[in-house]
């Protein structure tokens, strides 16, 4: 009942707002509409307030060329940001940035919360596919003046297109490493294959967007198949300059051997499932050339089924079933003097678990900022955050940032920042014995960072470089005290991390023969305070230290050549270097391409005691007419 409640408080709060500004049809001058970073016929995407930060940006073009077929594997491109996989192919993989963990972070579909409130194991699991995403948006550093709690070291944005005409999408492709599995009597050649069908329909105010995939193969070693399955719809209703609307649904379904990924070597049998559904609507509103309004609702449903024994069901069976439902209310007001940004939040987030129980939790936040340039020159931004959780009462988070243009070429920046995670589930309520035990007595992560850097742009060149310094008070690690004990997590610590990051671009060459090179370099020191010494920590250890990504591309007509090379060096394992290629040629609407992934075939693992694929090559042919 009380789940019903709210959810009729949100619906009939967003109905509330589009059904009075919906009365509102002014027509607004371009020259005074509030700017963005990018603007998609007046659809929500990261706001300009955030233009003084430290912004990644994955378009278009480089998810193309790379040689890649999930999210997970497009992220692990991206400088600061650590993806820690426990299988290939969008199996499962965890998303932290700047040496922060896979809980730090928020994960946003257009600007809205979609992160699971079970895990951040789960994020990822989501439904978009690479070609219905227009470009991934990547703030580092604290993010709570706009998207609250858990934004506590950075925030990952996903855009998805906005179509421009009808066409369909179509795409076949194969892939093996050529060897065979020596543990099942079955010895089957390593394989994976799979298929995605798309289509776009443009209205006079409206545009469709469906997609639909199955990948499938009996993985790379012992007890990894997996069975995916995604289907996602998008819409975008206009019906007048001034008003716009979208909405968006998706269901994904995860079926893998998961072998090594939690409690090695005790789960070589183990199984996981994950499915994921999501709703979300978004609009936005012109009330007039100085004000907008952009009310929200997501809604996300996972279902975690773990399987410790994948061939004894009545055994060590965890199953998990979650609901998030998140509500906002967004404003900007051009002033004379100022650009006014505000807003609230509220989220509600339940699970029903066979080994966590049955908790809920509610979350409201409201933030007001406001931005101001000086001399045509200086940018500044300030403000807060008020947050009040139904556990853990109400929080503070200011900060600033600003930037200042020296000439035409270069521009400096400067942020600081607070920031808040609040505890999972799991990290509460976890019963799973002998392996982990939840504690219910964790407060939440509390942290501020500062960082300084500078961009430098010139013609064909792109070079920017930032330095940071991040306290993390009340750090939550799972520990133990030795192998006979289960992990538990504890926040008596202190996690001091001192950083470095740069990246560069150049372009050479025009017409019909071009390259593009492109480097990046994340270096990280991190100090974990107060630790006993005697306990084994499960995931502090596992930080990058040093990170390395230089890629080049070179198209000539028709064909494109990319390779990319990236170097990680963690805390407790070994550096590894992994090589990756894809050869591409076009013809009209078809394109052919190659990958090799791992080329020199590196034996390496990301996460708990997974050692990742080796050498994998891959084959594709894609009909693209949209």
Not at 463 to 490: H, M, T
Request: hydrophobic letters at 35%; charged letters at 20%.
């Amino acid at each position: 009942m009380k789940r019903f409640l709210i959810t009729s408080v949100i619906v009939f709060s967003y109905l509330a707002a589009n059904a009075q500004v919906q009365e509102r049809e002014d027509r607004i001058d371009d020259s005074t509409k509030i700017e963005e970073i990018v603007i998609y016929n007046q659809r929500l995407q990261l706001p300009s307030t955030l233009k003084n930060r430290n912004i990644t940006i994955i378009g278009q073009e480089e998810i193309k060329q790379l040689p890649v077929s999930s999210v997970n594997e497009l992220l692990s491109y991206s400088a600061g940001v650590d993806i820690r996989q426990r299988g290939p192919f969008g199996t499962q993989a965890d998303l932290s940035i700047d040496g922060g963990s896979f809980e730090q972070n928020v994960l946003l579909l257009n600007g809205q919360k979609i992160s699971d409130p079970q895990t951040g194991h789960n994020s990822l699991n989501i439904p978009i596919p690479l070609e219905a995403i227009e470009r991934i948006e990547i703030v580092r550093g604290p993010s709570a003046r706009l998207y609250g709690i858990n934004s506590l070291t950075g925030v990952v944005n996903i855009v998805t297109k906005n179509p421009k005409k009808d066409g369909l999408f179509a795409h076949v492709y194969g892939g093996t490493n050529f060897k065979k599995d020596k543990e099942d009597d079955h010895g089957e050649v390593f394989n994976g294959r799979g298929v995605q069908v798309g289509g776009t329909l443009l209205k006079e105010k409206s545009n469709h967007m469906l997609f639909g995939s199955h990948d499938s193969g009996n993985g790379y070693r012992y007890n990894t198949a997996y069975h995916n399955n995604k289907a996602f719809y998008q819409g975008n209703f206009v019906p007048n300059e001034n008003n716009s609307i979208m909405v968006l649904g998706g269901y994904a379904r995860s079926s893998f051997g998961a072998n090594g990924f939690y409690a090695a070597p005790g789960d070589k049998e183990s199984k996981e499932i994950v499915s994921t559904t999501m709703f979300n609507i978004s609009s936005r509103h012109y009330l007039s050339d100085r004000f907008t309004l952009m009310p929200s609702v997501a809604y996300r449903y996972n279902f975690d089924d773990y399987q410790y024994f994948r061939h004894n069901l009545d055994v060590a069976r965890s199953r998990h079933y979650s609901h998030a439902i998140t509500s906002n209310l967004r404003g900007e007001y051009l002033a004379d003097f100022a650009k006014i940004s505000f807003g609230g939040e509220m989220r509600y987030e339940e699970i029903n678990s066979t080994n966590i129980g049955d908790h809920s939790k509610t979350n409201y936040g409201m933030y007001a900022e406001l931005q101001r340039e000086f001399f045509d020159r200086l940018d500044i931004n300030v403000g807060a955050y008020v947050n009040y959780n139904t556990k853990y009462g109400w929080e503070f988070f200011p900060g600033v940032d600003a930037s200042y243009t020296i000439n035409e070429n270069w521009k400096a920046l400067f942020n600081a920042g607070t920031a808040s995670r609040i505890p999972s589930f799991t990290d509460l309520y976890l019963d799973q014995r002998p392996g982990n035990i939840g504690n219910p007595d964790l407060e939440p992560e509390k942290a501020y960072q500062i960082e300084l850097g500078g961009k430098f742009q010139k013609n064909r060149l792109s070079v920017e470089a930032f330095a940071f310094y991040r306290d993390i008070n009340d750090f939550i690690d799972w520990v133990r005290v030795d192998v006979s004990n289960p992990y538990q997590p504890y926040n008596a610590m202190k996690n001091k991390t001192k950083g470095f990051n740069t990246r560069a671009n150049y372009l050479i060459g025009k017409g019909v023969s071009k390259w593009n090179i492109g480097m990046s370099y994340t270096y990280l020191d991190p100090k974990v305070e107060n630790k006993d010494s005697e306990k084994l920590s499960k995931y502090a250890i596992e930080s990058l230290r040093n990170q390395f990504v230089a890629s080049v591309n070179y198209s000539y007509k028709n064909f494109s050549a990319t390779l990319v090379n990236r170097y990680s060096e963690r805390i407790s394992y070994k550096s590894y270097w992994i090589n990756d290629i894809r050869l591409n040629y076009n013809v009209k609407n078809y394109s052919f391409y190659l990958d090799a992934q791992n080329i020199f075939d590196t034996t390496y693992i990301e996460a708990g005691a997974v050692p990742m694929p080796g050498r994998w090559f891959s084959v594709g042919v894609k009909f693209n007419g949209l």
